[in-house]
């Protein structure tokens, strides 16, 4: 295996300046994103010693077609281009930290009206404040719990808060004290706005001031001999404390810091974060990661503090929480490749000086032992749980390739799947595999417009030829599209070129190495006259047949039978059940909303409120279609225009006078047949 000679740029036309690279395949997808302070310098290593380079680094030249780069002014600017790139493209050769388990947040809701505090996980919202995360639920719900009975904010559901503002009475919580009852008017929206933003400010850190000020305000209710309202003070300040004391106090009040450590090996690297804010841990939280290239621990714990950090910007909004929002000293176990531009971008961030380094001595480096013995037990634990994954994964598209007598190994792989019920609401799915792992952004659904005529068999492959046809159609337009953005934009000098050159790829831009289609030889040959009638001769087809699971090729009379127990096998029954649980759950989606809708949900122009005061003037949609446009016209909010054009669609009769004139016919719904 040698480097592609076409891919080395000409001697001397790579500057010296700091810039960011992208590396693209055949396809023109982009497979891998880099920056450097010395473009010249880094690209070249790529080129002088091929045979040096790591395993994964090798296969990413070899399968690369082209090198770009774009020319900045600064480190600085490098990374926060870098990190861009690496959002909008995706590269499957870049390291992608992802969290080792899904860790539950404290979550304030500061975008509704009336605040909302709940346990979140997943995705971050903007207009919502996160804490945490915490290692368990039960961890949050106890911490909110003992809070409520000096913060009496809203712990309720939409649906909840509704029923209660609708029947004037307040949930349990409101009657107990543990809710200011905003749903029925206890308390104003700024009054319970308040209370939250004393929630926040005492989980961010400011214990100091609401104790202090209980105190006082127990003590003045003693000297005034109220002793029932001082001993509820009192037990106010108990469950504050009692509150605090879940959070283990490890560093002086006043520091707010992130602890970073990595433990890594020649595959794998295991991160563990833990966040400080007031002396506090207030959360934990650990990635792995695959090493797809021979980068260090001090490039991985730069690439890593870009992804932790790369959201802060633009969650400006989500400054009380953690994991986007930037301390004021970020500590690492293995100082970034770069320190200084890590913490000018950082201060950036913040908009405030920000502090990147190694602790040295002190409870500081105590702490750092503490979170580096973590991310070793993690990377164990992780190694446990995937013991051969990475050699598996290579072993199955290994097998896929020598069974099937493909010329490389199929890195992406599409299935398709149809599912429909007696020939109603056909749909069809594609999901998308790539280096043996689902890519779910990738994953298409298809409603079929027409599958010709026949059994349930024809039926399959008529719209298995429908969606294959359709598919590659789309990718053909958009190649010619790309193409032609490349060639207006091509100058020679890629250094010039600025940072948004072309457009975004689109849906269909990628072509795999490996079509399967659910179904045997028919449903096979079908997708392969699909590809042969657009011109496309380079994409191996098969099917996978469920009964025996048996892998059927186009040209062949006989199936191809692979090991039971192969891991080839194996990867291509998982590409294909998942692809029918993405088709069934969008026919599931179709014939519900065909059994819960109606012929006016498909009339231009009726909106939802219109459609319920026709239903309830005339009690169903068949006594609707028997009136006349004047008795539908006199329903209100009904004009004579609209009445006509209801008239004619129920009943297929021309619209306009009442039915009996020559206006055009009634617009005809459609299924949405278009790829979605």
């Known amino acids: 295996m040698a480097a592609t000679p076409h891919l080395r740029p000409a001697p001397g036309s790579i500057p010296r300046d700091p810039g960011v690279y992208r590396f693209r395949d055949a396809a023109g997808q982009v497979i891998y994103v880099g920056k450097a302070k010395n473009l010249r310098a880094r690209l070249s290593s790529y080129f002088r010693d091929f045979a040096g380079l790591h395993p994964r680094t090798q296969q990413m030249v070899s399968t690369a077609a082209d090198v770009d780069w774009t020319v900045v002014g600064t480190e600085v600017e490098a990374l926060q281009l870098e990190y861009s790139w690496i959002k909008q493209y995706d590269p499957r050769f870049n390291v992608k930290y992802r969290d080792d388990k899904s860790y539950p947040y404290l979550a304030v809701t500061l975008n509704e009206e009336f605040p909302r505090v709940q346990v979140m996980r997943g995705a971050k919202r903007r207009g919502v404040r996160y804490f ?159 090493k797809v290239t021979d980068a260090g621990p001090d490039e991985l714990m730069e690439t890593f ?84 994954d990475l050699s598996t994964r290579g072993r199955a598209l290994n097998e896929v390739q020598e069974a099937l007598d493909l010329p490389e190994a199929p890195l992406r792989i599409e299935c398709y799947d149809i599912s429909n019920l007696q020939g109603e609401h056909v749909v069809a799915s594609m999901v998308v595999f790539e280096d043996g792992l689902a890519r779910k952004s990738e994953y298409r659904r298809f409603s079929i417009r027409g599958s010709g005529e026949g059994g349930a068999e024809q039926h399959d492959v008529a719209a298995m030829y429908e969606v294959i046809k359709r598919r590659f159609t789309r990718y053909l337009e958009e190649s010619a599209r790309a193409g032609e953005v490349a060639r207006m934009g091509e100058s020679g000098d890629h250094g010039d070129r600025p940072a948004g050159d072309a457009p975004p790829p689109g849906k269909f831009a990628y072509p795999p190495n490996l079509v399967v289609v659910d179904g045997a030889r028919p449903q096979a040959e079908a997708a392969r006259r699909a590809l042969e009638e657009l011109g496309i001769e380079d994409i191996a087809v098969c099917g996978l047949a469920k009964r025996l699971e048996e892998v059927w090729l186009p040209d062949d009379e006989d199936p191809v039978i692979l090991p039971r127990t192969g891991e080839g096998l194996y990867l291509l029954q998982r590409v294909r059940d998942e692809a029918h649980r993405f088709a069934v759950a969008y026919h599931r989606q179709k014939r519900a909303k065909a059994l819960t809708g109606s012929k006016l949900d498909d009339l231009p122009g009726l909106g939802p409120t219109r459609r319920t005061a026709l239903i309830k003037e005339f009690g169903s949609v068949k006594r609707l279609a028997s009136a006349t446009a004047e008795e539908i016209a006199a329903v209100p909010g009904i004009g004579p225009k609209l009445a006509e054009a209801v008239h004619a669609h129920l009943t297929g009769e021309p619209a306009g006078g009442g039915g009996r004139g020559d206006g055009a016919p009634a617009q005809q719904g459609t299924d949405g047949g278009g790829d979605t």
Request: net charge neutral.
């Open 132 to 290: 945490g995360p915490y290692s368990h639920a039960w961890a949050i719900r106890e911490t909110v719990d003992l809070m409520l009975r000096v913060f009496p904010v809203r712990t309720c559901s939409a649906g909840v808060f509704r029923g209660a503002r609708n029947s004037g009475r307040p949930c349990l919580l409101g009657y107990i004290g543990k809710c200011a009852a905003p749903c029925v008017g206890k308390a104003t929206p700024e009054e319970h706005r308040a209370l939250v933003e004393d929630f926040c400010s005492f989980l961010a850190g400011d214990t100091g001031r609401f104790i202090r000020g209980l105190e006082a305000r127990m003590a003045e209710a003693a000297q005034e001999m109220e002793y029932e309202r001082a001993a509820r003070i009192r037990d106010d300040i108990g469950a504050l404390r009692a509150a605090l004391e879940k959070q283990a106090v490890v560093l002086p009040d006043s520091t707010d810091c992130d602890v970073i450590a990595m433990a890594d090996d020649q595959l794998e690297a295991a991160v563990q974060i833990f966040h400080v804010r007031g002396g506090r841990i207030r959360g934990q939280r650990g990635y792995v990661v695959d």
């Open 305 to 388: 503090l870009g992804q932790l950090y790369g959201g802060a910007e633009e969650a400006a909004d989500e400054d009380g929480g953690t994991g986007g929002a930037v301390p004021r000293e970020v500590l690492v176990s293995d100082a970034p490749a770069d320190t200084g531009a890590v913490a000018s971008w950082l201060s950036g961030l913040r908009g405030s000086t920000v502090d990147v380094r190694v602790p040295r001595r002190g409870d500081k480096r105590d702490l750092m032992e503490t979170v580096a013995k973590n991310a070793r037990e993690a990377l164990a634990r992780h190694k446990t749980h995937r013991a051969g």
